[in-house]
């Protein structure tokens, strides 16, 4: 198993900055890089793979360092498998001779089992053409493990796929990862993706560490209305600071001894309900969406648009009163949190 630490990395690709950065991954562990286009997520990924020379700072597996200024651990040295987006398979050589290739000490009877183990028993003999999409994804996998890798790295593997060829093949990668006690870092800009993968992850901004933790801790209780409205998809609406008691469109809220800057209104899917005694502040319905237990209203409060389940449809055009579930969630803002303004 690897454990990896960086320590005060920084990583320089064309104009792009990534860090400083100090993170641990514990051994075993399944670790889901997210963030917005840009914010240096897969440059993070290549120089964990040894494809990135780092400008400052350190990589360390298993206290042993494999990458810092002026040394650079090969990847075929680094004990790593890789899966690339696309998956980078080779379209001349079949599934058995892409394994060997990748590990060419790897015996024919192992490759047979290591392909029959991602579900691709008997098509051995098949090129990447004769392969469905998701088919391509195992075989993308079975070469990262042909290695006896301790590290397994993947960039959105699940990009390309049907939704349920995206279930199968996570369950599929949770499930080899587990069973070799592999470090898993997964590269993905879909929540849903992180979820199905990672026990923890890793929020990623403008080449900065914004948040970091168990997944489900993040995505509860983030930090801040940025995270919350990237990773959480909740709708943040803007503090009203000048009046005093400050107040948002559900009431007033309390001013923290020594707060400073803009503060964001932060409602969490499910966190905004119908108000059926018509107290709560009154909100249009613009859109009704089926949903598996009933609807999803599309509500415009305060020139945004909130999400709300609602058991029965109510007609666009309508007038409702919202609710909240629990005490409001108040975070620090940025210019870039609020949800989008509709036009008049």
């Keep these: 198993m690897k454990r990896v630490a960086i320590t005060q990395l920084e990583v320089a690709r064309g104009t792009f900055r990534l860090g400083p950065l100090d993170l641990e991954l514990a051994s075993g562990s399944r670790t889901a890089l997210v963030g917005p286009s840009g914010s240096g997520k897969t440059t993070l990924l290549r120089a964990l793979a040894g494809l990135e020379p780092v400008r400052a700072g350190t990589i360390a597996f298993d206290q042993t360092p494999v990458s810092r200024p002026g040394m650079l651990l090969a990847p075929d040295r680094r004990r790593i498998g890789f899966v690339f987006q696309s998956g980078a398979l080779w379209p001349h050589l079949d599934a058995l001779r892409h394994l060997r290739f990748a590990a060419p000490q790897l015996h024919r009877d192992r490759a047979r089992a290591l392909l029959a183990e991602v579900g691709l028993g008997g098509k051995e003999h098949r090129r990447p053409g004769e392969l469905s999409g998701g088919e391509q994804q195992r075989l993308a996998l079975a070469r990262a493990l042909a290695g006896a890798p301790e590290l397994l790295l993947l960039d959105e593997p699940l990009h390309s796929l049907d939704v349920h060829l995206r279930d199968e093949l996570a369950l599929l990668i949770r499930r080899v990862a587990d069973a070799r006690g592999l470090t898993l870092v997964v590269v993905t800009h879909d929540r849903a993706e992180a979820l199905a993968l990672a026990d923890r992850v890793v929020v990623l901004r403008d080449g900065q560490v914004v948040e970091a933790g168990a997944i489900l801790d993040v995505l509860r209780t983030p930090r801040t209305a940025w995270t919350a409205s990237f990773l959480a998809q909740a709708a943040c609406l803007l503090v009203d600071e000048a009046a005093d008691p400050p107040r948002t469109a ?6 923290p001894l020594g707060a400073e800057g803009r503060r964001a209104l932060v409602l969490l899917p499910g966190d905004v309900v119908l108000a059926p005694d018509g107290s709560g502040p009154e909100a249009l319905v613009r859109q009704v969406e089926p949903a598996p237990n009933g609807v999803i209203l599309g509500v ?13 449809p109510v007609p666009a055009g309508t007038r409702v009163h919202l609710g909240l579930r629990s005490a409001p969630r108040v975070l620090p803002f940025s210019p870039e949190t609020a949800s989008p303004k509709r036009e008049p």
Excluded: S
């Excluded at 559900?250 to 001013?255: D, E």
């Excluded at 409060?301 to 029965?312: F, Q």
């Design 300 to 312: 415009e409060l305060d020139g945004r648009l909130l999400r709300v389940a609602a058991a029965e």
């Design 250 to 255: 559900f009431g007033p809220i309390a001013r």
